[in-house]
């Protein structure tokens, strides 16, 4: 046998082990009107390539309606309907606005709202869970976990429009969530001592980086950067504490490493992995907001566990077009496969009791892609679905439909679009901060705008 | 015509005809949005194109010494420091350098993985990206515990006295104030020293020595002060010129040359303060550059600069290409890096003599730059375009769509590519890089030679234009090996490319004014490249940084 087969072995048994679930306890907050209420947690969700709209489209009016027809997408999805908005024809219309395009802009734009800066991988400003993260995320032992599923790419960016990386490695997400292998759990001597042993090195480090940062007329941008690696130091510090003073989950069976946990044969393994480390670090509100990544934009990656064995960028994306049934139907795989994976999550967190709820009820996911046609790369019409039950924030349950024109620039558009001209080529274009910015004011954040002041506003009908 | 209806909007093809109107309209859009970068240069010609950084030396304006920037405004740039006081955060490759000089190659270090950074164009050193994220905080956390605890296995080896049978404290306390020195680069204040005193104090409590020595270990391998180089200048300056340090400066010169940190002798030139003279630091980078790990270094950017190191990654259709696999893939990088370090280390290190060697179509190169199936001429010629003439093609406009004509029986790649020129706005970009990548046809996607593709005939003739001195028709890839061999504007690019590595940041024009004659030399073919990297050493640039420049 193969080393490799016998890794995944090893692998996917610890997987299994890994998978039971975990005692946690439980978090109450009290709510502005006095109420006692579960924390709402955010997770940020991403997947490649733009969809094919016929197949993606559910099926019926806003409040009744099917996911469930031949070649659907989201047919996994059907049993948490009521706990669904699928939001059809939003636009990212900054892309076009700051002249981005393709994939680049793609990457940056789903949960910024804010443009690429030209010639770089940066954004304009932060992606949306980092900002609540950054605000509301203090009090749990990670502000933000990010994490990734095969060759993927963070779609989250710092308040200075930097890109965070993500863990891609579910045993090293199982690390960052419930510390080595557990053994850091309370009431254990030995342990104790080792954690204020690292707590006293991380003061060292802090220390050491004050000195730094109080150099003279030190330039904004170092002074940035220190303040970034202080950030990370001071959350270092916070899961330290967290878990000296118990606020931490029962030790899980740790993960075996494999070599290469982004090739196709594990994607499948590390996704639920990921999944599963995801729900129980809400459960245990370890972290209020996630971020959690499919494969890179423009994913050239063979999906053999979704049916498509072939470069899904150029073999399959490139390809879907009317009268492209072929290719289209690769493309309904792929995002089954991706349906499949968030039925898991919904699934899991709705298998979580919480109060008189479930964790799904306190959970709002918003699920974006990078583009909407993907052969032509366009960022119109790009897939929107928001999952969980919001905590009651959102009016869930329905399948609502903006932006009736629809197309890239309305000069090309028959009849002529109102409004439009060579200089206003996207007055038509629904742009997708207004979802950001409902989001926001879900997470009680008195906001207008996000990262763009030509959008005003929440998106209609959305709130409750 | 052959615009489509898509969801109530016209999208266009590349694949088939436009109507003319829609034509006009998308073209503008791809000039509007991607010229702006150019810096107020003058507009390229060619439909889009970009110099690097504004002011490229592929800008073909260039010729002679003036590198592109007039003469009066150049004098000027040149006489201050071009680049920023800043803190460049140690690479993944110079961190591992770095603790393996301080522990010696007797101590196992554990993999060392540090989260990807961005790249600035094709390189991943640049001292504005590079930043330390809670992932890297958490990653050299762990990293730093395990590494105590094998450092420390062999104490009194370690410590140089034996704490069981001395003075411990005052053991410790001597091994602390070395050891951070040479972790730091430079001497430790007496704060600093205290600080790893008292975190040894700490983690001695209750256990033993080793146990506070692993401890304030710990602190060393993570510390702020040997993950940042750092190029602030002494505390006390005040202007707003500052004279890198002579510790930093010994940095510098043995990151910029090895990859790692100062050896001793340079350490010791940094104690004596001599390095703020040019010709000592010559020396030292010419005695640097002996080294095998000027060699390895010199590799690192070799593959940095043709993207080759990606080739272990990049998915191959198994079925087509069973040979394929990441140890081949790492076998065909190391052959590349390995002809380049030969060229500059053993042979006469000129550009020339590396493309007429075969650079371009070492296999790593070419199977890099091409699909998993076949072999991109789009992607092969826009690495040419960026790689070795600096400039930069803008991606597509929207609503193109992207689509190439599935591979069809009879069919050669080149003719599967036809609207890319026949269609007036794909060919506004594709021009740019189609014509180029045509050279390397003879190549597969693993970037073995073909005689012929599946029975059809190869037809690897192609052009470059763009406004350099480059231009011109060439007929294979040996053909546009050797034209890019005869331009001035090419080696400009080189030398563009390896500057943007050496500082770890863009290459402005106040930059290029201040190595204007090692530029211009090199330019002319008169230098190689380890002496266009004395050039820089040598240079007033590499010892002074301004501050809080508005």
């Known amino acids: 046998m193969s080393r490799s087969s016998l890794d995944r072995r090893r692998f996917l048994r610890a997987l299994g082990g890994a998978a039971a679930s975990l005692p946690c306890f439980k978090m109450l907050e009290r709510s502005a009107v006095g109420a006692t209420e579960y924390p709402l947690r955010l997770l940020t969700l991403f997947t490649p390539h733009g969809t094919w709209l016929p197949y993606w489209r559910p099926q019926g009016t806003e409040t009744d309606f099917s996911l469930v027809y031949e070649h659907s997408m989201l047919a996994a999805l059907e049993p948490f309907k009521k706990k669904l908005l699928v939001v059809d024809g939003l636009d990212h219309r900054i892309a076009y606005e700051s002249g981005g395009t393709g994939h680049g802009a793609g990457s940056v734009v789903p949960f910024t709202g804010a443009p690429q800066i030209a010639n770089t991988d940066d954004s304009m400003g932060p992606s949306i869970e980092q900002f609540l993260a950054d605000k509301l995320g203090g009090d749990t032992t990670l502000r933000s976990l990010r994490l990734g599923v095969g060759w993927s790419k963070s779609l989250s960016f710092t308040t200075a429009g930097k890109r965070l990386p993500s863990e891609n490695r579910p045993w090293e997400s199982f690390r960052l969530v419930f510390g080595d292998g557990g053994q850091a759990m309370p009431g254990n001597a030995a342990a104790d001592a080792a954690l204020r042993n690292q707590l006293g090195v991380v003061n060292a480090l802090k220390a050491e980086l004050d000195d730094l940062r109080l150099f003279p007329r030190l330039a904004t941008e170092e002074r940035t950067k220190l303040d970034e690696h202080m950030t990370a130091l001071s959350d270092m510090e916070r899961r330290l504490n967290g878990l000296a003073n118990g606020k931490g989950c029962a030790a899980p069976t740790p993960l075996s490493a494999v070599d290469n946990p982004d090739a196709p044969d594990f994607v499948p393994a590390v996704s639920r992995a990921q999944n599963d480390v995801l729900t129980q670090a809400f459960a245990c509100d370890i972290t209020r907001f996630a971020a959690l990544s499919y494969h890179g934009q423009g994913s050239e990656a063979p999906m053999p566990y979704a049916g498509v064995n072939m470069n899904t960028h150029l073999d399959v994306a490139h390809q879907v077009g009317d009268g492209k049934e072929e290719a289209n139907l690769n493309l309904v795989k792929i995002h089954q496969w991706y349906a499949g994976e968030v039925a898991y999550l919904l699934k899991s967190l709705d298998s979580i009791r919480e109060g008189d709820g479930t964790l799904l009820d306190h959970t709002m996911i918003v699920w974006s892609n990078e583009l909407g046609d993907p052969a032509v790369h366009a960022h119109f019409n790009v897939p929107h679905v928001v999952a969980g039950g919001t905590n009651g924030r959102f009016r869930m349950g329905r399948y609502v439909r903006y932006n009736p024109v629809g197309g890239y620039d309305c000069g090309a558009i028959q009849p002529p679009v109102a409004g439009c001209s060579p200089g206003n080529r996207f007055a038509h274009l629904d742009a997708h901060n207004a979802l950001l910015v409902a989001v926001l004011q879900a997470f009680g954040q008195d906001m207008q705008t996000f990262n763009a002041p030509a959008y005003a506003g929440a998106l209609p009908g959305i709130l409750a | ?550």
């Open chain 2, 1 to 550: 015509m052959a615009s489509k209806q898509t969801f109530g909007g016209t999208v266009k093809t590349c694949a088939a005809g436009a109507s003319a109107a829609l034509l006009a309209m998308l073209a503008c859009v791809a000039c509007d949005a991607h010229i702006t970068g150019g810096s107020g240069g003058p507009t390229p010609p060619g439909g889009g194109l970009t110099p690097r950084g504004g002011v490229g030396a592929g800008g073909g304006q260039g010729g002679g010494g003036s590198v592109g920037v007039s003469g009066t405004s150049c004098e000027a740039m040149a006489k201050s420091a071009p680049l920023p006081a800043r803190l460049r955060r140690l690479t993944a490759v110079e961190y591992t350098n770095t603790l393996r000089a301080l522990l010696g190659d007797s101590v196992a270090l554990p993999a060392l993985e540090f989260p990807p950074d961005a790249a600035l164009g094709a390189f991943h050193n640049a001292a504005a990206l590079l930043r330390v994220t809670d992932l890297l905080a958490g990653g050299l956390a762990q990293a730093a515990q395990k590494l105590a605890q094998t450092a420390t296995q062999q104490l009194p080896q370690l410590l140089g006295c034996d704490p069981a049978q001395v003075d411990e404290a005052g053991c410790v306390r001597g091994f602390l104030q070395s050891f951070g020195a040479k972790a730091y680069r430079r001497p430790l204040t007496s704060i600093e020293q205290d600080r790893l005193f008292a975190v040894y104090t700490q983690g001695r409590a209750g256990a033993d020595a080793r146990a506070g020595v692993a401890l304030a270990l710990q602190v060393v391998f993570q510390s702020p002060n040997l993950l940042y180089r750092s190029e602030l200048g002494a505390r006390e300056a005040t202007a707003d010129e500052v004279a890198v340090t002579p510790h930093e400066l010994a940095s510098e010169l043995s990151y910029l040359v090895t990859l790692a940190p100062p050896d001793a002798e340079l350490a010791r030139a940094a104690m004596t303060g001599e390095l703020s003279d040019a010709h000592a630091r010559e020396v030292q980078a010419r005695r640097l550059l002996q080294l095998p790990a000027a060699k390895v270094a010199m590799q690192a950017f070799a593959a940095e600069w043709l993207d080759i190191g990606k080739l272990p990654t990049v998915a191959k259709d198994p079925a087509m290409f069973p040979t394929f696999s990441a140890d081949s893939a790492r076998a065909m990088q190391l052959h590349t890096e390995q002809l380049f370090s030969r060229v500059v280390f053993e042979g006469d290190g000129k550009l020339r003599s590396l493309l007429l060697g075969g650079l371009l179509t070492e296999p790593s190169v070419l199977a890099a730059h091409a699909g998993a199936q076949w072999s991109s001429p789009t992607h092969r010629g826009k690495m040419i375009r960026n790689q070795f003439l600096c400039q930069v093609v803008p991606p597509p406009p929207p609503g193109l769509i992207v689509t190439v004509p599935p591979a069809t029986p009879g069919v050669t790649t080149r003719q599967r590519m036809v609207t890319h020129a026949s269609d007036p706005t794909c060919a506004a970009c594709h021009v740019q890089m189609d014509p180029l990548g045509f050279a390397f046809e003879h190549y597969d996607a693993i970037g073995a030679f073909r005689a012929d593709e599946k029975g059809l005939t190869i037809d690897a003739f192609g052009q470059i234009g763009g406004g350099t001195d480059a231009d011109g028709a060439f007929d294979g890839a040996t053909a546009l090996g050797q034209r890019l061999a005869e331009s001035a504007d090419v080696r400009g690019c080189l030398a563009e490319q390896w500057t943007t590595f050496a500082v770890g940041g863009e290459v402005d024009a106040a930059f290029k004014c201040a190595l204007g004659q090692t530029l211009a030399d090199f330019r002319a073919e008169r230098l190689s490249l380890p002496e266009l990297l004395i050039g820089v050493v040598v240079s007033d640039a590499f010892v002074k940084r301004h501050v809080n420049r508005p």
